[in-house]
Nanobody, 114 residues
Framework: QVQLVESGGGLVQAGGSLRLSCAAS????????MGWYRQAPGKQREWVAT???????NYADSVKGRFTISRDVAKNTVYLQMNSLTPEDTGTYYCNAYSAGAYWGQGTQVTVSS
């Protein structure tokens, strides 16, 4: 059973930055892909970014050029650097990891004020 713990959310003004972290523990197998999703109030959860164990990254068009996903494989930790935030980025951000199955964190709230 993999446990994922996110941190780093908060309230920021438009144009500001936040850095999210997600630490994974308890995995019996190597963790392959890690990523971030988000869910705005009244909307479905949407994919934000993914990083493979190799370091290959992929981003949703809505965040490309503003967000950067990175990973410390040794620490089983994934990060999301979010710059140039807009109110449309507001939501609960969830960490995801795949290790012989998909696992989710409890989420961290990001609120961007206009």
């Amino acid at each position: 059973q993999v446990q994922l713990v996110e941190s780093g959310g908060g309230l920021v003004q438009a144009g500001g930055s936040l850095r999210l972290s997600c630490a994974a523990s308890g995995s019996r197998f190597s963790i392959d892909t890690m990523g971030w999703y988000r869910q705005a109030p009244g909307k479905q959860r949407e994919w934000v970014a993914t990083i493979a164990r190799s370091g290959y990254t992929n981003y949703a068009d809505s965040v490309k050029g503003r967000f950067t996903i990175s990973r410390d494989v040794a620490k089983n930790t994934v990060y999301l650097q979010m710059n140039s935030l807009t109110p449309e980025d507001t939501g609960t951000y969830y960490c995801n990891a795949y290790s012989a199955g998909a696992y989710w964190g409890q989420g961290t709230q990001v609120t961007v004020s206009s």
